[in-house]
């Protein structure tokens, strides 16, 4: 299984981007995929999930801001971060939880909001 994160980059506060996370290889038809975030010196903290029947849970940090996205056919999920802050700041991630419960994290792609 192989994720690729991209969308990251620099934008000003108050300002949108929008990360994809593209998968491939074999993890089941029931799966949940999710965005977490990290930066120095702090653990990864889930931001969103969206699973396969397209529920969605958020990190109360990011209610009302992000939206979580996936598209089935192309086994392609999406965070759509509007009114971005300084402490949305962090390296994301994207991950995929396979039906037996196995984890496969992409790379990270860095988000930088300056004030």
């Known amino acids: 299984v192989q994720l690729q994160a991209s969308g990251g980059g620099l934008v000003q506060a108050g300002g949108s981007l929008r990360l994809s996370c593209a998968a491939s290889?074999?993890?089941?038809?029931?799966?949940?995929m999710g965005w977490f975030r990290q930066t120095p010196g702090k653990q990864r903290e889930l931001v969103a999930e969206?699973?396969?029947?397209?529920?969605?849970l958020y990190a109360d940090s990011v209610k009302g801001r992000f939206t979580i996205s996936r598209d089935n056919a192309e086994n392609t999920m999406f965070l759509q971060m509007s009114s971005l802050k300084p402490e949305d700041t962090a390296t994301y991630y994207c991950r995929i939880v396979n039906p037996t419960g196995i984890a496969y994290w992409g790379k990270g792609t860095l988000v930088t909001v300056s004030s």
């Open positions: 290889g074999s993890f089941g038809t029931n799966n949940a």
């Open positions: 969206v699973y396969s029947s397209g529920r969605t």
